[in-house]
């Protein structure tokens, strides 16, 4: 039976892969005042709403997109979780 | 006592503004014969180690750093999950 799934999924980048866009938000952060900040690092997150016939199923297509196009995954690591419409948590998944 | 603290932020479009970035991902997936995918936004997800005194001096100071320059509040919501540094939860805002 096919159900619908919500999906959140996190986007980030590589450990060894330098964050330009984070130096330069934490230069922005230490000239407004806040010099406590480090190892600041931007990712993407991103909320769809995908429908499949089971959990599983959905963890897997899930996967492929995040492979295919929503990561890069040469320089980035994806996380997800996934959770049915009735709210009840199934899965989760990272690579 | 100072104290290290590592914080989680989602920023995600409100949802009355329009994401044609999520629209075109959403034309992708579908390219590539993923239509079953409906509603998907995209946000920015950020990770930060911030010193503070006390949990809540550092959510004070989230919450303005967002304010001020991680989110545009006319556009944006955020929300964020702080957590001390030896791993146990502290609290979470959003706005």
Redesign the interface.
């Known amino acids: 039976m096919t159900q619908q799934y919500h999906a959140k999924i996190?986007?980030?980048l590589r450990p060894s892969v330098l964050d330009p866009a984070g130096t330069a938000?934490?230069s922005?952060?230490s000239h407004?005042g806040?010099d406590?900040?480090?190892?600041?690092?931007?990712?993407?997150?991103?909320?769809?709403?995908?429908?499949?016939d089971t959990p599983q199923a959905a963890e897997t297509?899930l996967d492929?997109?995040c492979d295919?196009?929503?990561a890069n995954t040469v320089i980035e690591n994806y996380r997800f979780e996934l959770t049915a419409v009735s709210d009840v948590p199934v899965t989760t998944g990272a690579a």
Chains 1, 2 share one sequence.
């Open positions: 996190y986007v980030t938000v934490r922005g952060l407004l806040y406590n900040v480090e190892q600041i690092r931007i990712g993407k997150y991103i909320e769809l709403t995908l429908s499949a297509q492929r997109m295919q196009l929503l």
